[in-house]
């Protein structure tokens, strides 16, 4: 599930983003319909009964959420969010009749969820290509979340640690398109990549003390690296 990433220079559209995330959560990611992973009817998941809006890709949107949260990002609603999502993937795995131990954390002003596997390879099929089906079930299990609580969620989940490995390989991506931004004295353009992914290369960017940014619509929504 390694995914080449390649660079291009350029020299950025007229029209720059930044990202937020995504979600984790990015958060930006459109909402996915899951089937169940043994192949059974989706009416056999849990039902999560409705929908929210996806926020803006901004941080200007994340910072105005939040200060409209009339609890806040309290770690008490963070915890709540944690275990609504756990229960709701607890019962998806005993559908798929899969085994995997969830642990829940609070990291970054955001509910942590993981999966881990009990043998390696199990849980596979739960994170897809190139994480498009794990993508989907954070997006099941934060509707899951906002149901619940009334707030919309910002968790991020990860299953058989592809998000944790996948961190690694961005950033390390990410340094070599500094390297490059720095010695051409140019921008530097991205693949597409998930909020997720963006974030990351934000965050690394923004940590060698360069600026970023976010050009196009998903799903050839890509990160710009400028240099300093």
């Not at 949260?69 to 999502?85: F, Q, W």
């Not at 190139?130 to 919309?152: F, H, I, K, M, P």
């Not at 998930?194 to 940014?213: I, L, Q, Y």
């Amino acid at each position: 599930m390694t995914e080449d990433l390649t660079m291009t220079a350029e020299h950025g559209d007229p029209h720059p983003r930044r990202d937020d995330v995504e979600p984790g959560a990015d958060s930006g990611v459109d909402a996915a319909a899951a089937s169940s992973p043994d192949g059974g009817a989706a009416t056999e998941s849990p039902a999560v009964a409705e929908s929210t809006a996806e926020p803006a890709d901004t941080p200007e949107a994340e910072v105005a959420s939040m200060a409209t949260n009339s609890r806040g990002p309290a770690s008490a609603l963070l915890e709540r969010e944690g275990d609504v999502a756990a229960d709701y993937l607890e019962a998806l795995l005993d559908i798929a009749d899969r085994d995997g131990d969830i642990d829940i954390d609070i990291e970054g002003g955001r509910a942590m969820v993981s999966i881990v596997e009990a043998n390696a390879g199990d849980l596979g099929d739960l994170v897809g290509d190139n994480g498009v089906v794990l993508e989907a079930l954070q997006d099941l299990s934060r509707l899951a979340a906002t149901r619940e609580t009334g707030e919309r969620s910002r968790l991020m989940l990860d299953i058989a640690g592809f998000r944790a490995a996948r961190r690694t390989a961005l950033e390390a991506v990410a340094t070599t398109a500094i390297a490059e931004a720095r010695r051409r004295g140019e921008p530097v353009t991205m693949d597409p990549m998930t909020p997720f992914e963006r974030k990351v290369v934000h965050d690394t960017v923004a940590a060698a003390g360069m600026t970023s940014e976010s050009h196009g619509e998903s799903p050839n929504r890509r990160v710009v690296i400028r240099p300093a």
